[in-house]
């Protein structure tokens, strides 16, 4: 039963234009939001995140958006760069949670 | 500096074997976990630590057994391989709750 869902397998987006991942969770106990980026035979490093007390948070080009009454978060990067294409990963967790629930990535490709 | 190391990176093995892998941080963070990746590419949680004890153990078959020597370590021994096992399993730290994760480069485990 996937709690955390990315619906979209796979973006292709030209260098320098907006690059924008969605995800869905279905959990009502969720209140923190993570996004992952992961190279191939490489471990996920930390992206991004946001608490369910936000609805947007913005780190470089890189910026959040948390939308609790849909149970839905992007991931907005501008502009798309060479090096962003990699697999992103959603993840959420709830408070008293010792654990993330991921989910199935969304692999990003940037066209020259 | 590797902040998350395991070891090793690939694994081949035969069904019915018995095989550990190693996990160490250096992060001084006080919580572990292993994680599944299947070949649907999902990230599942197995196991969480905190401080040396179990608190998580997400219906893992008990041929799976964690062992967590001191903080800085979470090994994973597996009996009896079977082929359903082949997948990559990462290892990550944390401190102060499950949200910033930092993750291993990850063990592809093939069972032939």
């Known amino acids: 039963d996937q709690q955390v869902k990315q619906n979209s397998p796979s973006l292709s987006v030209q260098e320098g234009r907006i690059s924008i991942l969605n995800c869905d969770y279905t959990?009502?106990?969720?209140?923190?939001f993570l996004w992952y980026k992961k190279y191939p035979a490489e471990g996920p490093t930390f992206l991004i995140s946001?608490?369910?007390?936000?609805d947007k948070n913005e780190d470089g080009r890189f910026t959040v958006f948390l939308n609790k009454s849909a149970k839905h978060l992007s991931l907005h990067i501008v502009p798309s760069q060479p090096g962003d294409s990699a697999v992103y990963f959603c993840?959420?967790?709830?408070?008293?949670?010792?654990?993330?629930?991921f989910g199935a990535g969304t692999t990003v490709t940037v066209r020259a | 500096d590797t902040a998350v190391s395991q070891t090793p990176k690939y694994l081949v093995t035969q069904m019915g074997n018995d095989k550990s892998i190693k996990c160490e941080q250096n992060l001084g963070h006080d919580t572990m976990y292993w994680y599944k990746q299947d070949s649907k590419k999902f990230l599942k949680i197995m196991f969480s630590?905190?401080?040396?004890?179990?608190?998580i153990n997400e219906t893992v078959p008990n041929r799976f057994s964690p062992k967590s020597p001191d903080k800085a370590h979470l090994n994973l021994h597996i009996n009896s391989l079977e082929l359903g096992d082949s997948a990559v399993y990462f290892c990550a730290s944390s401190q102060d709750g499950p949200y910033e994760q930092y993750f291993g480069p990850g063990t592809r485990l093939t069972v032939t």
């Open positions: 630590y905190n401080n040396k004890e179990l608190i």
């Open positions: 959990n009502s106990m969720f209140d923190y």
């Open positions: 993840a959420a967790s709830g408070t008293y949670d010792y654990k993330l629930s």
């Open positions: 946001i608490s369910s007390i936000k």
